[in-house]
């Protein structure tokens, strides 16, 4: 059974603070691993998808890692701000189910 | 386009009472699901279905029930709701398991008193 597991719970930082934030799976045999941000009472959106033939995938000041291999990847968020205040969730994509996610990473940007 | 449309945003409950969570993509995809999103407990997987006519059970479906009749529809139905199943309630939707990122509707916030 596919497990994802998100470290830290959680994080607070200055502004302006580049930051990381790790997800390891423990199943290797993935599809891909999406990653997403939630903000409090709202739903969820995708920040970023890594098939797995993939080593990483930037947008904006986003770039996340993917290392299949070890089961790991990471969510690298340059030059942090207020706004990318949320919990970030990973996920993956493998087998014939959906996604499974960790429980997230909550973020404070402190200005 | 509207994505994944989620109805209602909150809705109460008495236990015992039984209602359908309705959720609805206009992305022509094939793969929808159905998350519980509880404190502590991240988000658990109920229902899926990999296209219409075909559903299939996730990590905690008792309680619930789902059909697909229609490649846009996937409603969620709770039999005899209990307070157990307070929660907060996500549809998903992408077009295969494989390629594509997954998108998500706002949420249903469920209250059973």
């Known amino acids: 059974k596919q497990e994802v597991t998100q470290i830290p719970a959680a994080l607070s930082v200055p502004e302006g603070e580049n930051l990381v934030l790790n997800c390891s799976f423990t199943?290797?045999?993935?599809?891909?691993l999406q990653w997403f941000r939630q903000d409090p009472g709202k739903g969820l959106t995708s920040l970023l998808l890594?098939?797995?033939?993939?080593r990483e995938q930037t947008s904006g000041r986003l770039n996340a890692s993917l290392d299949k291999s070890s089961g790991r990847s990471t969510l690298y968020i340059a030059a942090s701000q207020p706004g990318d205040s949320a919990t970030y969730l990973c996920a993956v994509f493998s087998g014939n189910t959906p996604l499974v996610f960790g429980k997230g990473t909550r973020l404070s940007v402190i200005a | 386009n509207a994505g994944v449309t989620q109805t209602p945003k909150f809705q109460v409950l008495k236990t015992g009472q039984s209602m359908t969570l309705q959720c609805a993509q206009d992305?022509?995809?094939?793969?929808m699901s159905w998350y519980r999103q509880d404190p502590g407990m991240g988000l658990r997987l109920i229902h899926y279905?990999?296209?219409?006519?075909?559903?299939d059970q996730g990590e905690v479906p008792n309680g619930y029930n789902v059909s697909r009749s229609t490649t846009e529809d996937f409603p969620l139905r709770l039999l005899s709701a209990a307070p157990s199943q307070t929660s907060v309630y996500f549809c998903a939707s992408s077009w295969d398991r494989t390629n594509t990122e997954a998108f998500f509707g706002q949420g249903t916030r469920l209250t059973v008193v």
């Open positions: 199943d290797s045999a993935i599809y891909n």
């Open positions: 992305m022509n995809h094939e793969y």
């Open positions: 279905s990999v296209g219409a006519g075909i559903t």
């Open positions: 890594i098939q797995s033939s993939q």
